[in-house]
């Protein structure tokens, strides 16, 4: 099933995923509350809002948001929010992390950290959510903010993490464009060569869950026209759902010229880890967090403890 909107997402999410518990790392931030008290609002989210209790409770009052509705856990540090968040996702009471007031090198450490429980077998990986204005659906870009220069290997893993997170929001076996300059393999470009290795691994039943072209350039994976122009053949064509870019500074230019330069709106959760984790930068609009908060449940699973 193919989604063309947020508001189609979030409809999907309040139907079936409505509730999950959202732990807030150092919480006093107006930008991360008012991102969290939409979500409330919506009944997508119960809020564990964790950082100074009294700062918190002010700005609850001051915005008519009944505390009752939210549970706050008093932390004097950053890095205390940040431990005890984890320890909430570890036991079973949190169903999504989300940074606020926190640098994300700081918070990511906490994650890392064995002792954190938060590891799995996965890779962790970040997963983008584009509503681009010219384009008929919405449509995910990997990684473009947690690994830097994945090889081959890599890239296996960030995908199989894509396709999973998008299965849970809904879109079954989606069609996804391994990015390149062009769709010729070149044997002087490592992500031309991993394109058509990682769609053969595909064809053969070593990758599943997805249909992969590679190497495909971007034209050729969302414009019609282009497809038609070079007669390029593929079910990928010009109807993509995930982009695979090669590296994390092609997918970050690539987002930031969609989001700045064509009006796309965005949100951006890391999977792999054992719940979705929000970490969106501190100086993102409310409305990006608000989004990446409804991503995250939309991908999430209700913890057990």
């Known amino acids: 099933m193919a989604l063309a909107t947020f508001s189609e997402l979030f409809r999907r999410v309040r139907e079936t995923?409505?509730?999950?518990?959202?732990?807030?790392?150092?919480?006093?931030?107006?930008?991360?509350?008012?991102?969290?008290?939409?979500?409330?609002e919506e009944g997508v989210v119960t809020p564990i809002l964790i950082g100074n209790a009294g700062w918190i409770g002010a700005w609850l009052a001051k915005h008519g948001i009944d505390a009752g509705a939210v549970r706050v856990i008093d932390a004097e540090k950053p890095l205390d929010a940040a431990t005890r968040a984890v320890a909430l996702v570890r036991a079973g009471e949190a169903d999504v992390l989300m940074k606020g007031r926190i640098?994300?090198?700081?918070?990511?450490?906490?994650?890392?950290?064995?002792?954190?429980?938060?590891?799995?077998?996965?890779?962790?990986?970040?997963?983008?959510?584009?509503?681009v204005p010219t384009y008929h659906k919405l449509l995910a870009v990997t990684d473009v903010a947690l690994n830097l220069n994945p090889d081959l290997e890599q890239k296996r893993r960030i995908l199989a993490n894509a396709v999973a997170a998008l299965a849970a929001m809904g879109i079954d076996h989606p069609k996804v464009a391994v990015m390149a300059a062009a769709e010729e393999?070149?044997?002087?470009?490592?992500?031309?060569?991993?394109?058509?290795?990682?769609?053969?691994?595909?064809?053969?039943?070593?990758?599943?869950?997805?249909?992969?072209?590679?190497?495909i350039s971007y034209d050729l994976a969302i414009d019609r026209e282009a497809v038609a122009i070079k007669r390029y053949h593929s079910p990928?064509?010009?109807?993509?759902?995930l982009m695979l870019v090669p590296n994390l500074v092609a997918g970050n230019l690539m987002i930031k010229a969609l989001m700045f330069s064509a009006r796309a709106k965005f949100a951006g959760i890391i999977v792999g880890a054992k719940v979705p984790i929000v970490v969106a930068s501190r100086s993102s609009p409310a409305a990006d967090k608000h989004r990446s908060i409804l991503l995250a449940a939309a991908c999430s699973e209700p913890a057990h403890g």
């Open 17 to 40: 995923k409505g509730g999950r518990r959202v732990a807030v790392v150092a919480a006093d931030d107006a930008h991360t509350l008012e991102a969290v008290a939409l979500a409330l």
């Open 103 to 131: 640098e994300t090198a700081a918070l990511m450490k906490v994650v890392l950290d064995r002792a954190s429980e938060l590891r799995t077998e996965r890779i962790m990986s970040h997963l983008a959510v584009l509503e």
């Open 236 to 241: 990928v064509a010009a109807d993509a759902d």
């Open 185 to 215: 393999i070149n044997p002087k470009l490592a992500e031309s060569v991993d394109g058509a290795e990682l769609k053969r691994l595909n064809q053969a039943g070593e990758i599943d869950g997805c249909t992969v072209e590679g190497p």
